[in-house]
């Protein structure tokens, strides 16, 4: 049987955790610069809606999901949290353009387009 203590020996710690509560970081941030912002390529426009961004020891992983022509997903990954590279890749990917030293960085699936009946 396991047991869980509690100590209540200040509020320090509480405070702590609050001011840290409100604090943007950098996950964040490119999050909020991707989120609804439009690229175009090859004649057509996409919306990028941001589904995670999650990192590991040396890179970050950014789940997209991307809504034009047709739906897709795409998952890439970067080393740096900046917004334009990852609309470059984005770009790159949609165009079929992608350098051949970033395809193992992206992996995406198209979705058929919803037709209404």
């Known amino acids: 049987m396991s047991s869980v203590s509690r100590s ?3 509020s320090s710690a509480v405070q702590t955790l609050d001011a840290r509560r ?3 970081n950098p996950s964040d941030e490119l999050f909020f610069a991707l989120e609804g912002c439009t690229v175009e390529s090859r004649d057509d426009r996409w919306r990028i ?3 995670g961004v999650h990192s590991d020891d040396a890179h970050y992983w950014v789940q997209l999901n991307l809504n034009g022509p047709v739906q897709c997903g795409l998952t890439l990954r970067t080393e740096r949290l900046e917004a334009a590279r990852v609309i470059e890749m984005v ?6 353009s992608v350098p051949s030293d970033l395809e193992s960085s992206l992996v995406g699936k198209l979705y058929a387009p919803a037709f209404s009946r």
């Open 8 to 10: 209540h020996s200040g």
């Open 22 to 24: 409100n604090l943007v």
């Open 49 to 51: 809606e941001v589904c």
């Open 91 to 96: 770009c790159g990917w949609l165009s079929d």
